[in-house]
Nanobody, 126 residues
Framework: VQLQASGGGMVQAGDSLRLSCAAS????????MGWFRQAPGKEREFVAA????????LYTDSVKGRFTISRDNAKNTVYLQMNSLKPEDSAVYFC????????????????????WGQGTQVTVSS
């Protein structure tokens, strides 16, 4: 699967952004989809994931209540709505696709994903 992320930008603390990730190739609904982020000098970290049907959602604690992951299987797209952004949210955001079928206990693991997008930069100023 090929993934193309977009929607990043420079915003102020408290603002919102919506990231999109368009997929092409194999059937989109076959994949669990995730968002990760990587700040300068830090490892890539899990942000959120969504099941194939969109019914099961998973978030890292630091974004719960502020970020919402969703998907539109008809449009082959996964979204990350980010509200109440903080400077510590600044990073390159990557979408990822998993065909493994693993339990959601593994959704936060980078190794679980076999397709990655190119990343989109999010910068939040204070």
């Amino acid at each position: 699967v090929q993934l193309q992320a977009s929607g990043g930008g420079m915003v102020q603390a408290g603002d919102s952004l919506r990231l999109s990730c368009a997929a092409s190739g194999r059937t989109f609904s076959f994949y669990v989809m995730g968002w990760f982020r990587q700040a300068p000098g830090k490892e890539r970290e899990f942000v959120a994931a969504i099941s194939r049907s969109g019914e099961r959602l998973l978030y890292t604690d630091s974004v719960k209540g502020r970020f919402t992951i969703s998907r539109d299987n008809a449009k082959n797209t996964v979204y990350l709505q980010m509200n109440s952004l903080k400077p510590e949210d600044s990073a390159v955001y990557f979408c990822a696709a998993s065909s493994s079928g693993n339990s959601d206990r593994y959704w936060s693991a980078r190794w679980n994903y076999d397709g990655w997008g190119q990343g989109t930069q999010v910068t939040v100023s204070s």
